[in-house]
């Protein structure tokens, strides 16, 4: 939980400081006394849109906050401590907001984020008990701690960079554009193998997964359509409707085998399309992530989700069926590779070594999680 209490801190202050264009010079005086004078004079829908935002946006640092705090505390202390440090975040970051000419620093803000912290730590003391029950059993199956946080990865790949534009227009153009995009064969089957899977992981983490429950993680998608630099293609609601049918069947077992196998056909299937190969080869980069560096930073970070869950989550999947993170990493990548390789003959695409250095690097960290959650006295090399 602490760790998810720093990613929480860290989405906050990158959220509401973005993109971190300051002029120290455009106030003069004390930031905190322009902060307390610092009231809305109009109530429009803006502002009401604004109150939701910071609502919501501090609703999961209470809730981070208490349960963190509240294992070595008394539950007043955590609740006081949980409350100090989202008020004294909110405050902070509205002064800052002074010196940026993009932002408006607002007092209304810091209530509306104390309010939501509040609700936060309150939605967290009635959850705690099952919140402990789930971390018992996180400690009992190794295999838990990297099917989290594959979960978490799965999170920033829907829902990246999590920056609302609440605007008519934006909305709408990101239903047109929805409307007017057709759907692929292979796009629908991409995101059905990526909800399949994404279900797996969570029947993992929580025990038992109940269909009602995924439908709800689906409404992610709706929420796309009002994410600043984010759109929504009508393959994916498609393919997670299809993954929800087929989490419906009856049995498990199967889910197993079906799973590893939908992604790695969908994977192989994604990095070859639309299948038109040039005689000519372009050259190949043997310096991992070179291209991800250079690209922009936000579609950078996007891919570099996508392709972590999706690796990720093949490797959990081929480990739950009994084959070690150092056999499955193996495969995985000579398979992509090969996959690079052939990309070579695609236009447009940038064929590198960081695939495969990827799925090293994902097998090495999923062995890590499960190895420091097994009993000392179980411990062996799986790797």
Known sequence: MRRFLLAVLAFIVYGSLYP????????????????????PTVFDRFLVRDTAVNLLLYF??????????????????????????GLCLSATIEM????????????????CNFLGCAAGVLAASLFQPRWEFLTVRRKARPDAGGALLLVAA?????????????????????ISRFLATGVTPVECLSATAEWFAFAVL??????????????????ALPLRLL?????????EPLGAAFALLLWLLPGESWRGVLAPSLLGFAIGLRELQPFHFTAEAHPFSWIP?????????????????????????????YRAEGLTYRTAGACLAVGLFVLEWLERYL??????LTDAALAVLLAGILWGLETRRRPASSKRSMI
């Open 20 to 39: 971190f264009h300051f002029d120290f010079s455009r106030a003069q005086g004390n930031p905190l006394l322009f902060l307390l004078h610092a009231w």
């Open 347 to 352: 236009p447009g695409r940038s064929a590198e």
């Open 289 to 317: 992530f070179s291209a991800t560096f250079g690209a922009e930073r936000q579609n950078a970070a996007f891919v570099l989700f996508r392709k972590a869950f999706q690796y990720g989550s093949l490797l959990w999947l």
């Open 154 to 174: 799965w999170t920033c790949y829907q829902l990246y960079p999590g920056i609302p534009q609440l605007s008519r227009s934006h909305l709408q153009a990101n």
């Open 60 to 85: 999961p640092l209470g809730f981070a906050a208490f349960l963190a705090f509240g294992r070595r505390t008394p539950r007043a202390v955590a609740a006081a401590l949980s409350v100090g440090a």
């Open 202 to 219: 969570l029947n993992a983490v929580a025990g038992r997964l109940r269909a009602p429950y995924l439908a709800l993680a689906m409404l």
């Open 96 to 111: 800052l907001q002074i010196y940026d000419a993009n932002r408006t620093c607002s007092m209304a803000d810091v209530l």
């Open 227 to 235: 994410l600043l630099d984010r759109t929504l293609l009508p393959a």
